[in-house]
Structures are given as structure tokens and as C-alpha cells.
């Protein structure tokens, strides 16, 4: 468990940390959301799946996060009492995270922080949670940053490689914060400012599969 070094109320639960009695009190009542988290990362996120579209996990990076102890739970306890709290939330963990895992370092890829709100009535979820990271994510970027949100509801967000699959469901309503990487494109490709961001940070490392539709999309938007 990471506690933060200027407040203590925030601390990055591990796998580990999953004895209730090694839980700080005030977390202790969220041992079954944090359990639910891990549990739907190890079983779902490191999984093919059939509707995925294409072979592989679901996400290839958290089986990794999860061996290395890389892949750490925030609590955020009650319901904003509106969107600006949660965005001030996020604002902190994505600090927190930069201080953690500089792009410089090697581990930085696979680690991610899963901010989790538990308390957010089902009626509430999909609004808190698909506004702030649609309000969010354009600074993210900029930091070379993605957000992602996570709830059963779930996200109208369709798969990349299946039009039908709804690939952002969880157990628990989630906001996710991790490095860019270069498979990010078709997720920024809609924003040119996004765009640029993406073709800064990987214009040497397109992936293959992407080189056409990027190059594509650069000579239109060329002046």
C-alpha cells in the first residue's frame, strides 16, 4: 500500500493489501469493491474474449501490471456533490501518477491507478463518470496521459475490432489513469489537437497496423 507522502487520507491499494485488517479503517468497508476490481482485472482485463474482435487480451498490458505490482486501487469515498469534486480527484491522482511512473521509467507502461467510486448511486454513475473523463481527457492528453471510464452501465463506447461489443464494463464505476501508448491512435484521431499530442509523442512508432489510416489522416488535415 502507497500512502501519499502529503496526505495520508490517500493511499494506492495492492493486491496484497487485501486482508481487511491490513486495510486503513476507512477503507475497510470497500474490501468487496476492491476485491471485485481485482478480481474482474485478473479474470476479464488479462483475457481474450469473444467479442472482442481480434486475438488476445483484453487489455495486454494489465497482466503485467498485476505480476509487478503496478496496478493500483484509490478509493473515493461518498458521491460528489458534483462534477468539479470528482475532477479535482482525478486532477490529484493523475499527479500522483506522473510522480510514480515518469514516462522515463521502465516500469511506466503497465502501471495504472483505477479510481474507484463505489458510493455513486447507479442512477448517477454513467453522468459523474462519462462527463469528468469526457471533460478531462483533453488535458490528460496534453500530458501525454489517457482517462478511461469504466461502469456497469456500461459505456456506449463500442470495441475497436467489434462495432457491438461494449468492451469499458466493470464491476465497480471507475476512472482509470495511465500512460498514452501508441495503439492509442484511433482513440485521439477524432481531436486534431489530440491528434498532434499522439504524432508527437509516437510519430516514430506508429504500429504497423495504423501507419496507413495516420498517414491518411495527416495529408487531409495538411494544409
Not at 63 to 83: M, N, Y
Not at 130 to 154: C, R, S, T, W
Not at 183 to 211: I, K, N, S, W
Request: charged share 25%.
Amino acid at each position: 500500500m502507497l500512502t501519499h507522502p502529503s496526505d495520508p487520507r490517500r493511499v494506492l491499494v495492492e493486491r496484497s493489501d487485501l486482508d481487511p485488517m491490513a486495510l486503513p479503517p476507512d477503507l475497510r468497508r470497500y474490501e468487496i469493491h476492491l476485491r471485485a476490481t481485482f478480481d474482474w482485472g485478473r479474470a476479464y482485463l488479462t483475457n481474450p474474449h469473444p467479442d472482442l474482435g481480434r486475438s488476445g487480451s483484453v487489455c495486454p498490458f494489465v497482466s503485467a501490471s498485476l505480476k509487478r505490482e503496478r496496478f493500483f486501487l484509490a478509493v473515493h469515498p461518498g458521491t460528489p456533490s458534483d462534477p468539479a469534486e470528482a475532477v479535482d480527484t482525478m486532477r490529484f491522482y493523475r499527479d500522483w501518477f506522473l510522480e510514480l511512473a515518469p514516462r522515463s521509467q521502465p516500469s511506466a507502461q503497465i502501471t495504472t491507478i483505477l479510481v474507484l467510486f463505489p458510493d455513486v448511486p447507479q442512477d448517477a454513475v454513467e453522468p459523474l463518470v462519462d462527463d469528468v473523463q469526457a471533460m478531462l481527457k483533453p488535458e490528460y492528453v496534453g500530458q501525454g496521459l489517457m482517462i478511461g471510464e469504466f461502469h456497469n452501465g456500461p459505456p456506449a463506447k463500442s470495441g475497436l475490432w467489434n462495432s457491438d461489443f461494449r468492451p469499458l464494463r466493470s464491476p465497480v464505476p471507475m476512472l482509470v489513469v495511465r500512460h498514452m501508448v501508441p495503439t492509442d491512435y484511433p482513440f485521439l484521431r477524432d481531436d486534431p489537437e489530440q491528434a498532434r499530442m499522439y504524432l508527437e509523442l509516437f510519430g516514430d512508432q506508429v504500429p504497423a497496423q495504423l501507419r496507413d489510416q495516420v498517414e491518411r489522416e495527416r495529408a487531409v488535415g495538411a494544409p
